[in-house]
């Protein structure tokens, strides 16, 4: 059924006000609680799917996840799940979520003009500029012990990408829980660039998936640009942190499992806070810090870390041999 055939979703206790978002699996409407309270409503609809036992294991999940969800400050808040009666032939489950900030005026909500904010359109307003390191390192700090908490709970997300990261009260959080699976069980979801070479859906690709949000924000490239570095860095930064994070990312999103040393959320978040505390690294990590990067990048990387006092000396990496690194992935499914 087309989207503009839809009914438009019957949800208790709530007055459902407008559409604000979608995919492939799934609508956002933007609703009001009987205390006046604005909330997001996630709508998952049966015919969306080939057979009725993908439609209740998505369901399932989204019954396990509730408490989960309110366990840990990195989780969007899910307040409460419902379905439709079973059989009807617009059957749907829905879920009640805190709602996520606008993109202009933060925590104030205006139903007409609402528009969420997410990370994708905090890439978008900083128009392929650097986002600061310590920014950087706060939201994937953030993100990696949200992560941490969900992988304990056997769960995966499976699509970790800038539009699945949206932000309450300044805060960064993981959205889209419609996609949260069991680890372990069988899944084609994921988004091309997100998802490593050996395949979507398991921890260590919800790992792989967040390296490659930090590589978009800690470059303002694409991350089917990997690992090529930009022309220019963020001003006023520190040297040492921007290159230990960047040393850290391109660990993750090395495309061969066996070269890589970070493959878990703990030791991505373990990762992190020696970089924020200003400590080193345990280990050297993979050399593919610095391949693929610019004849311009190289220039600027020099004037940048000469023009700033370092606290220690900095030993630049070897060279590595050049050569593309992430071939193109075929897109899995949600959007």
Partial sequence: MRDRERLEPVIPDHEVL?????????????????????????????????????????????????PISRSHPGLVNILHVGRSLKGDKNEFYYYVMELGEDINSGREINAVEYEPRNLRT???????????????????LCLAEALVHLHAKGLAHRDIKPSNIIFVDGKAKLADIGLVATRGQRTFVGTEGFVPPEGPGSAQADVYGLGKVLYEMATGMDRLQFPELPDEFPENSSVKRW?????????????????????????????????????????????????????????????????????????????????????????????
């Fill in 18 to 66: 407008r559409k604000v978002g979608g995919g492939s699996y799934g609508e956002v409407w933007l609703a009001q609680g009987v205390t006046g309270a604005m909330r997001a409503v996630k709508v998952v609809r049966r015919e969306d799917f080939e057979d009725e036992r993908g439609f209740e294991r998505e369901f399932e999940g989204i019954l396990k996840y509730e």
């Fill in 122 to 140: 905090d890439l978008k307003k900083a128009a392929g500029n650097p986002i600061d390191p310590d920014v950087v390192i706060d939201v994937g």
């Fill in 243 to 335: 290159m230990a994070l960047n040393q850290v990312i391109c660990d993750i999103c090395e495309p061969r499992v066996s070269k890589r040393n970070i493959k878990t959320a703990d030791a991505l978040a373990e990762a992190l806070v020696r970089i924020q505390r200003g400590k080193r690294l345990k280990r050297r990590l993979h050399g593919r810090a610095f391949s693929l990067i610019p004849l311009a990048a190289c220039l600027m990387l020099v004037t940048w870390l000469f023009r700033e006092e370092i606290p220690w000396p900095v030993k630049a990496p070897d060279p590595v041999a050049a050569g593309q690194l992430t071939p193109p992935e075929v897109k899995y499914g949600y959007v």
